[in-house]
């Protein structure tokens, strides 16, 4: 089954998985810029590093954990349906929440096409390892 150009749906779930493990990284190495990045400059300080850390570290737990289990060939589908899961908080949050920047309208509609991607690739692997 083609999942994203061409991409077997595990294939893709996994490159995902490890991005989002880097991402993880990232928000722990650099949290200051991705605060800015996400908030604008009105979320400066110790409290927006303090968010994008703990951020940080759900990104690399989850990222990390999906593509152990895809490897695994056990339980993919339900790590992946997690990250589905925060996508779509994150998606909720940044859209609802009053007085954020546009950009972080933007990162919002990102999130909630991320959840809807993650949701459907972790179906399929739910199915795949069924099987």
């Not at 998985?17 to 810029?33: K, Y």
């Not at 933007?106 to 690739?121: D, P």
């Amino acid at each position: 089954m083609n999942a994203i150009d061409g991409l077997d749906t595990e294939r893709a779930a996994v490159y995902l998985a490890r991005a989002r493990f880097g991402i993880g990284l990232a928000l722990l190495a650099s949290p200051g810029v991705a605060a800015k990045i996400w908030a604008g400059r009105e979320w400066d300080g110790r409290g927006a590093r303090l968010f994008a850390r703990t951020t940080g570290v759900r990104e690399a737990a989850l990222g990390a954990g999906a593509s152990i289990a895809i490897g695994q060939g056990s339980g993919g589908g339900d790590w992946v349906s997690m990250l589905a899961v925060s996508d779509a908080g994150d998606a909720v949050v940044s859209l609802l929440t009053p007085g954020l920047p546009v950009r972080a309208r933007l990162i919002g509609v990102f999130a909630a096409a991320s959840a809807v991607v993650h949701l459907k690739l972790a179906r399929d692997l739910a199915a795949a390892e069924a099987r």
